[in-house]
């Protein structure tokens, strides 16, 4: 079944005031989700992709309840996780944890490894000190550091070590789900293998369900099942990792793999003749049409008009989900002249 399932999402910040004269109110609201549906299965893998400021970690941050949506739900286990109580929200943070992007930030830097591992177990009253010791060196020994990291401070370690660090302290609780914000963008080539490889295992060890958030494609081939690709808010194509990215059917996405570098100078493609549009700018609000209409190179007058809604594409191979089952494995796409 469904482990955690997000239903017609939106998350708009509010405008903040200004002191300028002659500022409009609202001229700062900010559509950061717009209408966004989909779910993660027990110990399964999601990719959330898209560009920067597209709305992939305000999705993260509402999943874990630090944020309330402005309509819609999240649910987890069946339950609305912003209509729990105290006690039921701290059940909840024990099997829902995140790994931040910048490992450096989410450590205290006068805490030792050690300390910050064992933090959570003491928070949330897991077993006396003794059998504390023993679970953080368990966890560090699954993440491949030592006893001797574990008693440095975080400027002493590389940044590998840092994130081996802050993926320890999240598999503290022993949690059902795990979400990643970028977690190896900030690491070199061979470190982000190791990285990758380490989730990987715990995942498959654990049963543990993933939510990555990403821009690198490299990142979603290797460890998500499925992807789900961001525009300007709105999810505008999803399916298994394999099919999404090998035959993308939305031109965002074909976009976003062209982008991917190619090593080979003579394989690149050459730069456009002319810059593209300016896009839509989804602060404005919700539009009647596509977002990405003023830079499609498909695009006719119903994508101007008519948002095009996220529906399977046309002879697209998959499975839709039995009753209760949780996701299946259609390919959907937003886009009213899909690839196909």
Known sequence: MSLMSFENVVKVYPALRSALPGARRGAG??????????SVGRGESYALVGESGCGKTTLARLGLA??????????FAGADVHRMRARELFAFRRRVQMVFQDPVGALDPRQRVWSAVEE??????????RRRLEQVARLLEVVGLSAEEGRRLPHQLSGGQRQRVVIARALALDPDLLFLDEPVSSLDVSVRAQILNLLCRIRRERGLGLVIISHDLGVVRHVADRVGVMHAGRLVEEGP??????????PYTQALLEAVPVPDPGARRPPPAQPPP????????????????PLCPRAQGRCFSRRPPLRPLPG????????GAGPGRLHLVACHHPER
């Open 316 to 323: 697209a191979a998959g499975t839709p989900p039995p009753p």
């Open 29 to 38: 609201r900010r559509l950061a989700v717009d209408d966004v549906t989909f």
């Open 241 to 250: 990792a394999g099919g999404v990215l090998a035959s993308p059917a939305h």
């Open 66 to 75: 630090l944020i309330r949506p402005t309509s819609g739900r999240v649910r």
């Open 278 to 293: 300016e896009p839509v700018d989804p602060a404005r609000g919700p539009s009647r049409g596509c977002l990405y209409a």
């Open 120 to 129: 959570p177990l003491i928070l949330h009253g897991k077993g006396p000190p």
